[in-house]
């Protein structure tokens, strides 16, 4: 797994208040190695975040950094169990989910691999919206 996902930070779109106890972070946008057109990008995203707002399961919006080279792509908040988000990850062609369980930030791989690597307290990585 790259060493980025430990790194990444993220800003909310949302208090932390209306958070429920777990949910996951997707993105849609072409996964590490890929190149995609930002016109490819935008209708994944939008694909996702309709998909995920028609199942009732969209919370916000919400957008994964890296602080070292400024990599940034917007995501979605969404109240889904780990598997479940695993596989919508697989079906945009994910290779890594983030999943929020009491706190906690964890990340998997969406495949076979998948399993909940701990990060820190998601507190810790969130930074607040200019």
């Not at 990599?71 to 109240?79: K, W």
């Not at 690597?117 to 969130?126: A, D, G, L, M, N």
């Amino acid at each position: 797994m790259s060493p980025d996902y430990f790194d990444t930070r993220f800003k909310l779109d949302l208090p932390h208040s209306e958070l429920p106890d777990s949910f996951a972070i997707i993105t849609a946008y072409a996964t590490t190695g890929e190149a995609w057109t930002a016109e490819e990008n935008q209708a994944a995203s939008e694909t996702l975040r309709s998909e995920l707002a028609g199942g009732g399961h969209l919370i916000g919006t919400i957008t994964g950094y890296s602080p070292v080279t400024n990599h940034a792509e917007p995501g979605v908040v969404a109240a889904i169990p780990f598997e479940e988000a695993c596989k919508i990850g697989l079906r945009f062609k994910q290779d890594a989910i983030y999943f929020i369980s009491s706190g906690t930030l964890f990340v998997s791989h969406c495949d076979h691999r998948r399993s909940l690597k701990p990060i820190t307290q998601f507190s810790k990585r969130v930074d607040p919206t200019a």
